[in-house]
């Protein structure tokens, strides 16, 4: 059974670059989707974006311009950076498995248990 | 982008009754719809994909439905451990979630 763990810094101040790693265990990272979400505090679900395993990506238009996702499948994991943060950055940060191809959607079918990260100055 | 909207908000209820939770999109999605459920320091658990599929170890007694600009989940009877939030996500990028419900005790 697949295990996702994230893992990070839980403080990281203004206009700095957030750095969060999900480690994959329990299965291959091959063909599959792999995913970034959060939840700010009192709010609901964002989804940040997504990277195939061999490399394409897919980010929400409205923070293309500061968000990279990467993964090394070597060591099963994969990584999600946010440059320029601010306090409204501040969220709890998940991590995510899916599956895509021609007609099928997994949906997000593993989640790591979500790491806390708070952007002070 | 396409939007989600959720109804209600909150939805009281006690264990034992039916819950229906809706998601409705501004624009036709066909079946690309995926219902989650989240309670404080667990993992999300995904319970429906593509609309109407039970994903892997979810309960019967959870189902949902619809095509094109509306969809419900529906818990038959609700257990103790169902109260919790519940999101719909569009399977398509942008993959935005609806606003969610609140399942919680009458």
């Known amino acids: 059974q697949v295990q996702l763990q994230e893992s990070g810094p839980g403080l990281v101040k203004t206009s700095e670059t957030l750095s969060l790693t999900c480690a994959v265990s329990g299965d291959s990272m091959t063909n599959f989707h792999w995913n970034w979400i959060r939840q700010s505090p009192g709010k609901g679900l964002e989804y940040l974006g997504y990277i195939y395993y061999s490399g394409p990506t897919n980010y929400n238009p409205s923070l293309e311009s500061r968000i990279t996702i990467s993964v090394d499948t070597s060591k099963n994991q994969f990584s999600l950076k946010l440059y320029s943060v601010t306090t409204a950055d501040t969220a709890v940060y998940y991590c995510?498995?899916?599956?895509?191809?021609?007609?099928?959607?997994?949906?997000?079918?593993?989640w790591g248990q979500g790491t806390l990260v708070i952007v002070s100055s | 982008d396409i939007l989600l909207t959720q109804s209600p908000a909150t939805l009281s209820l006690s264990p034992g009754e039916r819950a229906t939770l809706s998601c409705r999109a501004s624009q036709y999605i066909s079946r690309y719809l995926a219902w989650y459920q989240l309670k404080p320091g667990q993992a999300p658990r995904l319970l429906i994909y593509d609309a109407s599929n039970r994903a892997t170890g979810i309960p019967a007694r959870f189902s949902g439905s619809g095509l094109g600009t509306d969809f419900t989940l529906t818990i038959s009877s609700l257990e103790p451990e169902d109260f919790a939030l519940y999101y719909c996500q569009h399977r398509s990028s942008p993959f935005n979630f609806g606003p969610g419900t609140k399942v919680d005790f009458k």
């Open positions: 995510a498995r899916s599956k895509r191809y021609s007609g099928y959607d997994s949906g997000l079918d593993a």
